[in-house]
Nanobody
Framework: QVQLVESGGGLVQAGGSLRLSCVAS????????MGWYRQAPGKQRDLVAE???????NYAVSVKGRFTISRDNAENTVYLQMNSLQPEDTAVYYC???????????WGQGTQVTVSS
């Protein structure tokens, strides 16, 4: 059992920045790949960025160069630094994680990011 809690969302103007955090808790977490996904109204939930235990990253084309994902394994936390935000980035951002040797994914409750023009 893994619990994920996101924080850091809010309302910003175009060109601004936000830093999202996701803290995992539970017993014997042994976390594997962690990632950030987003879902805008009327659209499907899509990958934003993901990061492996060893630090390898993968980004959606639309955010590459603007967003940076990182993790602190000792604190079971994953971050998403978002710079040069645009209105098209407006969505609910979700944290996803799984444990090693498991196929069960866990999702956070989501945090709202709104970018005004």
């Amino acid at each position: 059992q893994v619990q994920l809690v996101e924080s850091g969302g809010g309302l910003v103007q175009a060109g601004g920045s936000l830093r999202l955090s996701c803290v995992a808790s539970g017993s014997m977490l042994r976390l594997a790949t962690m990632g950030w996904y987003r879902q805008a109204p009327g659209k499907q939930r899509d990958l934003v960025a993901e990061i492996t235990t060893g630090g390898s990253t993968n980004y959606a084309v639309s955010v590459k160069g603007r967003f940076t994902i990182s993790r602190d394994n000792a604190e079971n936390t994953v971050y998403l630094q978002m710079n040069s935000l645009q209105p098209e980035d407006t969505a609910v951002y979700y944290c996803r994680a799984r444990q090693i040797y498991s196929v069960q994914y866990y999702w956070g409750q989501g945090t709202q990011v709104t970018v005004s023009s």
